[in-house]
């Protein structure tokens, strides 16, 4: 067959693949959104039959046969040299998704499914019942299963890389522990500091906001973040998301809580940081598996610098406050960007990641990346996990749950079988920080634009700079193009040292 | 194989062949109700690819081996008599979905696909310029695809009748015509008398009515209905419509138009009515083809039989008024039921179909039916059809419109090439008479159980009656089973007259 005609069968395989993913898209977004109650069930045999068939799609044996054909291998993905550039990319990534697909034994992928199911039931009651003892049973074998999926895979020698390489392509465990030691010593120092000081008032903000108010700021934020409703929508969920209906269809959900204004705008914000990476890709991978971001950390980086670097800044309230005041003029008739500001960066260690501070969060991640990493190696014992996590909560944010709902159970990803996931999470901080300094210094007058609610060149400026690249560069690369520079947590430490500093006192 | 084992397979080709419609009805509703502007062209890709896939799978040469390794034949559809009359009536309804989908060629199938988006766009244009000319070319072609799909299906000797089969299994145009015409006399005979009376005063419902009280009157209707919102919901698109994307999952919507306060009631009971139906099927035939309305018009009976025999009664408002009453106090400050009753059933012959009331409603699908049958068998030019339609308006409404796009340009049906579509309205009305007839003598007191707003019995009785048999029987069969009669216009002419007598005077 043709070199072109091969190409464009493969470039068929993967678009009809990204289409059936972004049906399946449709159905989870709905299902978390609009699915009357009693729809669950079914609706949950629909996903499991079209997941069926866009897996016996991707891993039909002609999908491999074509990439042999343009020399693609599991040792030379990117197949052809010859091949342009765009291509060779495309073929490495089809190449990875393949591989991935093929390798995991169908009896093992039902085995982990049917054991995931369990696993998360299992979850569930052991965190109503603040009872770890019922879920033990079930992680160990998550962790085994985990393990055994690294191995087939490839990676015998250090399966908790092999786990990492799924949400960040091209970072292993100790590149990730070298960035996160410093990060872990700094921001507990930090932390200790912030806890001598006087703790900002927020009283104002824990007032009743009317939720319809609410959404309608929410609506309204997006608007002048230049979210472009023609292309996405955003709706009300349990817990905030983004998903990717099409190309030109990229939604986003929120959550508006009466006595808790701030969970709803900064979910609202988060959201949209990831929604524009997804907007704003390049036409020339559009619909491909090009068509993505670079890996979970990036898109994490995208989606903490607007909530965070942009959206928790004073410049952003000097412009948005009176904004939001004129929703709710009653609870924030006197509120100034002096009160406000303070208020909204409030450090204040907690037992829960979902809800931690600016400072603490990473701390949370750090906390479970170490843990996990003894979990995979086998050095620590699973049933010396609750017992791990006090100690080091104690050690890393100075507090200690009192329960293990509060605890080591409070996050879903472990009954997932989800090992790796969490340090994308953290990495984001970083990697949002160092392209943020390249950022400012292309870009003069940041604050200025900011304040004055003019975010297109901001926008602008990721998008020609990081969104431009797709999936097509690892996340080491992408950030050595980008800023010129490695992974460091410097940059994300300078800013929170100085923004912290600012608020809670020398 | 054995025979369980054949029929389980089958079982399953049928289950995920449904999964996959539900799959691709997800879609649809999605894009009629929040999919954002610019997503259409990736939906209408997502959409074929599934519908390809769904295709593919149901026509699979394993169907027709394991059809025929039961005895299903063309002729012999339900198989070997052995088997129970359950699994006769699944294979022959699976058989009829097979052999519909692989007789037709896939060029044939792709060709007529294409031909339908040009006709349906010129069509657009042609309504909106009201220039017949433009679509007249793309109904010659569809009618010529139409004949040719009943061709393949094996009714060259009678195409129509092939395609009303689509609709209404087992009805034929004499069928048709030997109750639609003493139908269309008497309705306009009962027109010509109407319009000799003075007309009803409905200005009071011509007011502003507020669209968010609109919608919460809706959902507090469809409430009182019993209308099972843990397996539903109501959602608001440009037409209204019901859609299944679950058995636990019926989806309908409505409109809200300020100023047409009814619009939005009378949409709202009429897809509810749709809506009960399929809510109420019974659990044996759950998740199998069988889980379906008997046929377009069946269904259309339950939407009418609700919409207008109980939503356009005295007693239903006389329950019903003071809670509408409840959400428009200043509207309906002064309204009684002796002034609402006639208003919302006003009778004025006007051009548009989806707008006409109860009495010229089947003469506006008289008209189609009899045009339709005529285009079909060649003895009517298509160039013709403009004048033919302006005539029998004439004739049977005892208006004309001034323009095509009032006229033979104002239905959606023609250009997407569904010939036989039309018969189902009126049928609907047929059948549904005789339903009521029916549960009239097995439930007395029926007009007080409506007055009080207690609509269970009759659920119950047409969940019992009528629903419980699924798609097991052809209309006729059906109609004969539930009411011991077969298809006659007298019961709903004889309510008809009796109603408008009542309202304008004998």
Not at 52 to 75: D, F, K, V, Y
Not at 144 to 161: E, I, S, T
Not at 301 to 315: A, D
Not at 342 to 347: C, M, Q
Request: aromatic share 10%; hydrophobic share 40%.
């Amino acid at each position: 067959m043709a070199f072109r005609e091969t190409l464009e069968k493969l470039h068929t395989i993967d678009r009809e693949s990204r289409h059936l993913e972004k049906a399946l898209a449709v159905l989870r977004w709905d299902q978390e959104t609009y699915l009357p109650e009693k729809g669950v069930e079914e609706r949950s045999e629909q996903l499991a039959l079209l997941e069926g068939i866009a897996h016996e799609r991707l891993t039909s044996p002609e999908t491999g046969q074509l990439l042999s054909g343009l020399g693609s291998t599991r040792e030379n993905p990117g197949g052809d040299e010859k091949l342009p550039a765009l291509e060779r990319d495309f073929l490495k990534t089809l190449r990875r998704n393949y591989d991935r697909a093929i390798l995991l034994p169908g009896d093992f992928v039902s085995a982990a499914a049917r054991a995931e199911g369990l696993s998360q039931a299992a979850w569930v009651n052991a965190r109503r019942d603040n009872d770890f003892s019922v879920f033990l049973p079930h992680l160990v074998k998550m962790i085994d299963f985990a393990r055994q999926k690294a191995v087939y895979w490839g990676w015998q020698d250090n399966p908790y890389d092999g786990l990492l390489d799924i949400y960040e392509p091209g970072m292993g465990a100790d590149a990730i522990a070298a960035v996160f030691t410093p990060l872990g010593q700094r921001l507990s120092a930090l932390l200790r500091k912030i806890a001598s000081k006087p703790r900002p008032d927020n009283s104002f903000l824990l007032a009743e906001f009317e939720l319809e108010n609410q959404a309608c700021f929410s609506r309204d934020l997006l608007k002048r973040l230049g979210f472009d409703s023609q292309r996405g929508r955003l709706d009300v969920s349990a817990h905030p998301f983004t998903t990717i209906l099409g190309s030109d269809d990229v939604r986003i959900t929120t959550r508006y809580l009466p006595r808790q204004v701030l969970s709803g705008i900064f979910a609202t914000i988060h959201e949209a940081g990831h929604a524009f990476y997804e907007m704003d890709l390049p036409a020339e991978i559009r619909g491909s598996c090009l068509a993505d971001g670079a890996s979970m950390g990036i898109h994490e980086s995208q989606s903490r610098l607007w909530e965070n670097v942009i959206g928790r800044s004073k410049p952003f309230w000097e412009g948005m406050l009176p904004v939001l005041r004129s929703y709710f003029p009653a609870a924030l008739f006197q509120a100034t960007t002096d009160d406000f500001y303070p208020a909204i960066n409030l450090v204040e260690p907690s037992f829960i990641r979902v809800e931690a501070d600016e400072v603490s969060y990473s701390l949370h991640v750090i906390l479970r990346f170490e843990l996990e990493r003894e979990l995979l190696s086998g050095s620590l014992n699973p049933a010396e996990l609750p017992a791990a996590w006090r100690s080091k909560m104690k050690e890393l944010l100075g507090v200690e749950p009192e329960t293990d709902s509060q605890g080591v159970l409070q996050d879903v990803h472990w009954s997932m079988g989800a090992f790796g996931y969490f340090p994308s999470y953290a990495l984001g901080n970083l990697y949002g920080l160092e392209f943020w300094q390249k950022l400012k210094s292309d870009l003069p007058g940041t604050e200025t634009l900011i304040a004055e609610g003019n975010f297109t060149p901001i926008r602008d400026w990721l998008r020609d700079t990081i969104y431009v690249w797709g999936r097509r560069l690892e996340p080491p690369l992408l950030l050595k193009t980008v800023t010129g520079k490695a992974l460091s947590s410097e940059p994300f430490l300078a800013y929170i040292e100085s923004k912290y500093a600012g608020i809670y006192g020398a």
